[in-house]
């Protein structure tokens, strides 16, 4: 059974920093490409960044030079390093995994975790 499990949401005020983490399992981890996606309130879901299997990274434009995204192999687990938060970053932050490649697309992916909030507000 595949799981992904996110954490590490919260509160933050604009200009601070938050660390999710998505840790799975039920898969060959060192095989995956891990995604992160978003969706704020009334907003389509977007896609935020992903690192693929061989650690090859891509950021949207949005989150470039702020949000660093890094997998540690051995734990089975992705990290989401966000920093200089603004307002426009709150969302519920989901991860998802297939296999080797990424993908900006969501509907390339076969599983996803239950999402963790995020929230920029003063």
């Known amino acids: 059974q595949v799981q992904l499990v996110e954490s590490g949401g919260g509160l933050v005020q604009p200009g601070g920093s938050l660390r999710l983490s998505c840790k799975t399992s039920g898969r060959a981890f060192s095989r995956d490409a891990i995604a992160w996606f978003r969706q704020a309130p009334g907003k389509d879901r977007e896609f935020v960044t992903v690192?693929?299997?061989?650690?090859?990274?891509d950021y949207a434009d949005s989150v470039k030079g702020r949000f660093t995204i890094s997998r540690d192999n051995a734990k089975s687990t992705v990290n989401l390093q966000m920093t200089g938060l603004k307002p426009e970053d709150t969302a519920v932050y989901y991860c998802?995994?297939?296999?080797?490649?990424?993908?900006?697309?969501?509907?390339?992916?076969?599983?996803w975790g239950q999402g963790t909030q995020v929230t920029v507000s003063s």
């Open positions: 690192i693929d299997w061989s650690g090859r990274v």
């Open positions: 998802a995994v297939r296999g080797f490649l990424g993908s900006r697309s969501g509907a390339a992916y076969s599983y």
